[in-house]
T-cell receptor, first 110, second 114 residues
Framework: DAKTTQPPSMDCAEGRAANLPCNHSTISGNEYVYWYRQIHSQGPQYIIHGLKNNETNEMASLIITEDRKSSTLILPHATLRDTAVYYC???????????FGAGTRLTVKP | GAGVSQTPSNKVTEKGKYVELRCDPISGHTALYWYRQSLGQGPEFLIY????????DSGLPNDRFFAVRPEGSVSTLKIQRTERGDSAVYLC????????????FGPGTRLTVT
């Protein structure tokens, strides 16, 4: 699976959009981009995934660049409860081994 | 409905002892995964079950680690002759069928080996 690079930490003001970047320059054509988050002392929680088109669900939006070498997770109106470590993972659709990496620690501030 | 549950939530054991960690997946989920998370790092894959069989155990660090899922539901991760380096949070996840489905994680078991 391709390697991902994320900033170690980010801050965001409550109510503003949080934009979390992820670089995956070695991604192959059949690899998906997944995002999970982990709130302190809990297990990771699935957020969203995509292949090449932008995706949106009730939690977030995923924007994937045309060359698929990077993506951005957008939380449109961040709340204090969104403070967590966010993991960007690239993997083949049926690959059971998810490589989490160190993720981005997002802190939402009042 | 009920999510993935893990017991115990915390386990303290002495070096050299044997421990068992239990995972109850979401009802109806055929796929089950074990991960290990050390402090400040992301979860690391250990083993994946499809039904009763271990479809991929390539992440188990050595032969002191073993996992079973005899009836295709509850799973137990077993660690023999524990070492201080085994101290970590052990996470279990389940998914509806195979890895193409999203994984639902339990809260983890924090293992401390003294």
């Amino acid at each position: 699976d391709a390697k991902t690079t994320q900033p170690p930490s980010m801050d965001c003001a409550e109510g503003r959009a949080a934009n979390l970047p992820c670089n995956h320059s070695t991604i192959s054509g059949n690899e998906y981009v997944y995002w999970y988050r982990q709130i302190h002392s809990q297990g990771p929680q699935y957020i969203i995934h995509g292949l090449k088109n932008n995706e949106t669900n009730e939690m977030a939006s995923l924007i994937i660049t045309e060359d698929r070498k990077s993506s951005t997770l957008i939380l449109p109106h961040a709340t204090l409860r969104d403070t967590a470590v966010y993991y960007c993972i690239v993997r083949f659709y049926n690959n059971n081994d998810m490589r989490f990496g160190a993720g981005t620690r997002l802190t939402v501030k009042p | 409905g009920a999510g993935v549950s893990q017991t115990p939530s915390n386990k303290v054991t002495e070096k050299g002892k044997y421990v068992e960690l239990r995972c109850d997946p979401i009802s109806g989920h055929t796929a089950l995964y074990w991960y290990r998370q050390s402090l400040g790092q992301g979860p690391e894959f250990l083993i994946y079950f499809q039904g009763t069989g271990a479809a991929d155990d390539s992440g188990l660090p050595n032969d002191r680690f073993f996992a079973v899922r005899p009836e295709g539901s509850v799973s137990t991760l077993k660690i023999q002759r524990t070492e201080r380096g085994d101290s970590a949070v052990y996470l279990c996840a389940s998914s509806l069928m195979g890895p193409s489905y999203e994984q639902y994680f339990g809260p983890g078991t924090r293992l401390t080996v003294t």
